[in-house]
């Protein structure tokens, strides 16, 4: 069983950045897609972006021109660069490992799943 831990939430002004890391360790990411997901208070947790193994990736409208995910396969660590940042933006962001290969990721019982990292954009 995959462990993933989140590192680089914080707090941020509207218009600044953050970039988010997850880290693998008890298993590698493998070949699956992995994803960022976010949850506001009183909200559903949503899926942010995902990219497969090859890099193929896809996001959420509402961070499309402003977030760009990327692995890096050799390290096991998967990033998360959130640039022009709104207030609409704090949430808890969770990484995940998907259950399968492709696009669109697919999360469920058996996903693993990190512990979370705030972030919060202040106006």
């Known amino acids: 069983q995959v462990q993933l831990v989140e590192s680089g939430g914080g707090l941020v002004q509207v218009g600044g950045s953050l970039r988010l890391s997850c880290t693998a360790s008890?298993?590698?990411?493998?070949?699956?897609?992995m994803g960022w997901y976010r949850q506001a208070p009183g909200k559903q947790r949503d899926l942010v972006a995902a990219?497969?193994?090859?890099?193929?990736?896809t996001y959420a409208d509402s961070v499309k021109g402003r977030f760009t995910i990327s692995r890096d396969n050799a390290k096991n660590i998967l990033y998360l660069q959130m640039d022009s940042l709104k207030p609409e933006d704090t949430a808890v962001y969770y990484c995940?490992?998907?259950?399968?290969?492709?696009?669109?990721?697919?999360?469920?019982?058996?996903?693993?799943w990190g512990q979370g990292t705030q972030v919060t954009v202040s106006s």
């Open positions: 990219i497969t193994i090859n890099s193929r990736t």
């Open positions: 995940a490992r998907g259950l399968g290969v492709g696009l669109p990721i697919v999360a469920g019982p058996g996903t693993s």
């Open positions: 008890g298993s590698r990411f493998g070949i699956n897609a």
